[in-house]
Every structure is written in C-alpha cells, then in structure tokens.
C-alpha cells in the first residue's frame, strides 16, 4: 500500500466512522449505508470496480445483524449510545478489514 493510500484510506475511515457514530444513535439502517459508501470509496482507492451492490453484500457478510441492539435501542434509550459507539467501533474494524482485503489485490 501506498502512502497516499493509507492516508486515502484512513481518511475515509476516519470519516465513515464518525458517521457511523451519529448514525447509530438512530438506525442500523443508516449505519449500513455509511458502511456500504466506506466499502466502494475503498474500493476505488484501490481501483478495484465493484458496484454498490457488492459493497452491500461485503457488509452484510461481515455482520450478521443485531437485533437484539436493535430492539433494546428503541425500548431503552439509554442504549441509543453504547449501539452508536458500536457502530462506530464496527466501521473501522470493517474497513481495516476491507483495505487489507483490497491491499492484497
């Protein structure tokens, strides 16, 4: 990897992850689509062509869903912070994963 792509990388990362944050507080929905956006502008840093399609099924392979967060951030919403501080946690685990995916071509 180059210098400039790990600065690319972390960047968006960076990025992704305080969106990740804010997102979370509210739905896991949001949540996906800013992970979704992270794993495509990835993707291009490393020229690899993928559609948002793709992106999508990256993250959704990489977690299987929390229901139970899910459920437990609209009966307690006290909860709303520690299921946006995870959010933001998953994103950047996700996309250190997903460079080093892309990194190794």
Known sequence: MTDFQKSRCES???????????AGAVSEIAVKAVQIKMVWELANV?????????ASSIVNSFFAGSFILEAARWLLPPSRILTAI???????????RVVKDFDKG
Not at 86 to 96: P, V
């Open 12 to 22: 968006i990362i960076s990025t992704a992850s305080h969106s990740a944050l804010a």
């Open 86 to 96: 995870k959010s933001a946690d998953q994103t950047e685990d996700l996309g250190w």
């Open 46 to 54: 490393f020229e690899v062509s993928i559609s948002k399609a793709v």
